[in-house]
């Protein structure tokens, strides 16, 4: 039997997983921990083995509960993969610097949320095992939202030498 979630909705009840994720983790649990990490490392999500994100979040938040192992880590890194590969797709109009930043911010802050989640059995990576690609979504715009009020650059509206707007502000102030 796998684990219920742990966050409560406002009338008592447990938040609970989609039926499919339900359905694929019971099936993974019955697999060999090295088949389970074959099944994992597949990248297509057309393929009948492909494992939601969702799911590999359950086995990293259940087996860290019980010492991490050799099978945690290379789930672990299977998930900061796809992470990094979500934020680096997404992202893909940003400049380099600016891309960069928001990946470290992600991983840095997703990182957190695991170590609290493992050190105080937090129930705010819940919603991860329930929509994992939109609390994803949700924090590469946080983090886009403080790499931008990090970098923000202020110009002025005048030439230095001349004293006059500069074209852009005339041009502006025209249309």
Known sequence: MIAPLRKC?????????????EAKI???ALLSRDELIIQCAIRQKD????VPSECLLYFIREWQ?????VYFEKIYKLLLERILCYVR????????????AILEKVSENFIDLLADDRKDSLYRFDYYEINFNDALKKLRL?????VGRNNHTLTTLYD????????????????
Do not use: F, M
Request: proline letters at 10%; glycine letters at 8%; one cysteine or more.
């Open 26 to 28: 019971t099936k993974l």
């Open 9 to 21: 909705k406002l009338d008592g009840k447990l938040y609970t997983r989609r039926p499919e994720i």
């Open 160 to 175: 230095e030498e001349p004293g006059e707007p500069k074209a852009e502000v005339e041009h502006a102030a025209g249309s």
């Open 65 to 69: 509960e019980n010492r991490p192992s």
């Open 47 to 50: 393929d009948p083995c492909y």
């Open 142 to 146: 946080d983090a886009w939202k403080q």
């Open 89 to 100: 797709n997404a992202e893909g109009g940003q400049t380099v610097p600016i891309k960069n």
